[in-house]
Structures are given as C-alpha cells and as structure tokens.
C-alpha cells in the first residue's frame, strides 16, 4: 500500500570524529527497522575498525553492514524492496557516491549518509562536500574538545604520520585522533615523540 506520493531524499550526517555521527546514523536506523522499512547498511572497505560486518558507534552500538569497495558495488547490491539505505564513514568512498545517492533518491529511497565533514587538517573530506550540497537535510553534530571543554568541529590527529605531507587517511580511534575545537585544533602537528 503507498501513502501519498514517493519520497527519496537525502539525508547527511556529518561533523568531526566522536561527534555521534555513526550514533546518530544507528538511531535513523533503528527508528526505520520498527517502522518495518527494509534497511540496508553499507561501509567502505577500508574502515576495518571494530568489525568487518557491522557498523558500530565509540560506545559500542552497532548494525549490520556490508562493506564495500566502490560506490558504484552499493547500487548494484541494493534490493528492490529496501526503502532506506545508511551509508557509514562516507568520505572514504569514492566520488561516485554522489550519484549513487542521487540514482537512490530518485528511486524513490532514503539515503542517510554520515561521514566526516573534515579531514585531520580542517580541508574537506573526499566527496563530503558535494554530498553536504546535494542532500535534502544536513545535521552537523560536534563533539566535546579535548582541550577546552567546548563544542568540538575538528578532528586533531595526536600520532601517526604528522608533518606537511603525511597522508590524508590513516584509519584509528581515540589512539590517533582527538576531538577539538577551531581555536584549540592544530591543522599541521608536528611529531613530538
Ligand atoms: P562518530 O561516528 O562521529 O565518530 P560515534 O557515534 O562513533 O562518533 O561516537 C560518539 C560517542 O563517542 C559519544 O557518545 C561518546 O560516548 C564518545 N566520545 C568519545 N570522545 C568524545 C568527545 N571528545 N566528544 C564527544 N563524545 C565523545
Ligand atoms: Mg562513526
Ligand atoms: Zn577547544
């Protein structure tokens, strides 16, 4: 039975690591699930963080997922009857994923997606921003700074590969990266060990 006309739109999730977003992104879901919608989860392959087939919050919450390599593998694995697809970490995928978002949207699903706004320096993440301007709502969730107490926007990298020309994606937790705020953040770490 179809209520009314069809809604696929576009939902993003975004803000700096520890900020709730995959909280927030599990909360949609749940709410989804006892509305009896067909859910589907998807990843990037390369957050192996916690469980290769869960997406799971810091505080341990989780769902089912499937990981994936290219944006385009969600599309051809999302079923006919499903109405509302998360998508986790969505700034690791692929450029792709902005079509792929829109192409379910248009098919008449909710995509929820939530993902980093920012990378460890403050520059935009991969294919956030386009997502952020194609999405119908956009949350933007903040976490506590580590140094000040305050409302957290940035993610600091404190280990790992620092310096002018360290890598954009290293993959870790409280271990490599803390919440801050835009005066506390330091978008060049310098090594200090
Ligand atoms: P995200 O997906 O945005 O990285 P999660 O949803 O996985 O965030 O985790 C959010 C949880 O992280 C919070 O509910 C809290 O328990 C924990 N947490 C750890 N450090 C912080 C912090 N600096 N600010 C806020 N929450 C934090
Ligand atoms: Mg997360
Ligand atoms: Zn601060």
Same mark, same amino acid.
């Given at each position: /039975?179809?209520?009314?006309?069809?809604? +696929?739109?576009? =939902?993003?999730?975004? +803000?700096? /690591?520890f900020s709730g977003k995959t909280e927030e992104l599990l909360?949609?879901?749940?709410?989804? #699930?006892?509305?009896? #919608?067909?859910?589907? &989860?998807?990843?990037?392959?390369?957050?192996?963080?916690?469980?290769?087939?869960?997406?799971?919050?810091?505080? $341990?919450?989780?769902v089912a997922s499937?990981?994936? #390599? @290219? $944006?385009?593998?969600?599309? =051809? %694995?999302?079923?006919?009857?499903?109405? &509302?697809? +998360?998508i986790d !970490?969505? #700034? @690791?995928? *692929? *450029?792709g994923i902005v079509e792929v978002a829109q192409k379910l949207?248009?098919?008449?699903? %909710?995509?929820?997606?939530a993902g980093?706004? /920012?990378? @460890?320096?403050? /520059?935009?993440?991969?294919?956030?921003?386009?997502?952020?301007a194609v999405a119908e709502e956009v949350t933007k969730l903040s976490a506590v700074c580590m140094v000040c107490g305050g409302p957290a926007t940035r993610t600091q990298r404190t280990a790992g590969p620092m310096g002018t020309d360290a890598t954009q994606v290293v993959v870790g937790a409280k271990d490599l990266? !803390?919440?801050?705020?835009r005066f506390c953040h330091e978008p060049n770490p310098v090594e200090t060990a």
């Open positions: /039975m179809i209520h009314g006309p069809i809604h +696929g739109f576009i =939902e993003v999730v975004c +803000g700096s /690591m909360r949609r879901i749940k709410r989804a #699930q006892i509305a009896k #919608q067909k859910v589907q &989860v998807f990843k990037p392959l390369i957050d192996n963080r916690y469980s290769a087939d869960h997406v799971q919050s810091h505080d $341990a919450n989780k499937v990981p994936v #390599q @290219f $944006a385009r593998d969600i599309l =051809e %694995r999302v079923d006919d009857n499903t109405r &509302v697809v +998360g !970490e969505a #700034q @690791f995928f *692929d *450029d949207a248009y098919r008449g699903v %909710r995509v929820i997606a980093l706004d /920012m990378d @460890f320096r403050g /520059m935009p993440f991969g294919p956030m921003p386009k997502l952020l990266y !803390e919440a801050r705020c």
